[in-house]
């Protein structure tokens, strides 16, 4: 089965650097998502990584260790827009493959 | 292009009703996912369809079931329903063959059941 961590809540401040962390437990793997999802909104995609490293976005980057089952969902200069749910889903490997999500880390930017 | 539509955004119901959500996809995408979100689950998948076929199911009661027609549009149909399927229902939808398997989601469907 798969199993996907990660914190609920986070709190930073306004032109700050922010790291959401993700671990997971999957049967295989396939590659790792992180989607962003505003209160009332649809998810929308931010990132994919399917190797190791660091893959950069603009303010955003997402970051894979395969081996240690863990991800990460950098976030600089922080707006307050920024305020939102990270969603951190893995693709499994095998037959029954569907995107499986955490529960979501609900960021909130102060002032 | 257009994103996924869902429709009803917003429906009520009552205990032992049954309620039918539709999603469009994405012009050309073939694969259509059903995912039910709330606050203490967060997204749980409900099922796959590419090509009219169920391909993928959660683990979710009978009372869940879905459809895919040949233009791609789906339905997911709860019939009975119960408090506990008071939740936002999304659709997301994606093009079969690209490896990263990116889903784009609809707004989604919120059902409340009284």
């Known amino acids: 089965g798969q199993n996907i961590d990660q914190p609920t809540e986070m709190t930073a401040t306004e032109g700050a650097i922010v790291q959401i962390n993700c671990t997971y437990q999957?049967?295989?793997?396939?590659?790792l998502f992180w989607y962003q999802q505003h209160a009332g909104e649809a998810p929308t995609f931010l990132s994919y990584?399917?190797?190791?490293g660091l893959e950069e976005k603009g303010r955003f980057s997402s970051f894979l260790s395969r081996s240690k089952g863990y991800s990460y969902l950098l976030l600089k200069e922080l707006q307050m827009k920024d305020s939102a749910s990270y969603l951190c889903?893995?693709?499994?490997?095998?037959?029954?493959?569907?995107?499986?999500f955490g529960s979501g880390t609900q960021l909130t930017v102060l002032p | 292009k257009a994103g996924v539509t869902q429709t009803p955004r917003y429906l009520i119901k009552t205990r032992g009703q049954q309620v039918t959500l539709s999603c469009s996809p994405i012009?050309?995408?073939?694969?259509v996912s059903w995912y039910q979100q709330t606050p203490g689950q967060g997204l749980q998948f409900l099922f796959e369809?590419?090509?009219?076929?169920?391909?993928n199911k959660g683990n979710f009661p009978g009372r869940f079931s879905g459809r895919q027609f040949s233009n791609s549009r789906s339905e997911m149909n709860v019939s009975t329903l119960e408090l506990g399927d008071s939740a936002l229902y999304l659709c997301?939808?994606?093009?079969?063959?690209?490896?990263?398997?990116?889903?784009?989601f609809g707004e989604g469907s919120r059902l409340t059941v009284l």
């Open positions: 889903a893995v693709f499994p490997s095998g037959s029954a493959r569907q995107l499986t």
């Open positions: 990584n399917v190797l190791d």
């Open positions: 012009s050309g995408h073939r694969s």
């Open positions: 999957t049967s295989g793997f396939n590659g």
């Open positions: 369809y590419f090509s009219e076929t169920q391909r």
């Open positions: 997301a939808s994606r093009e079969q063959g690209i490896h990263t398997g990116e889903l784009f």
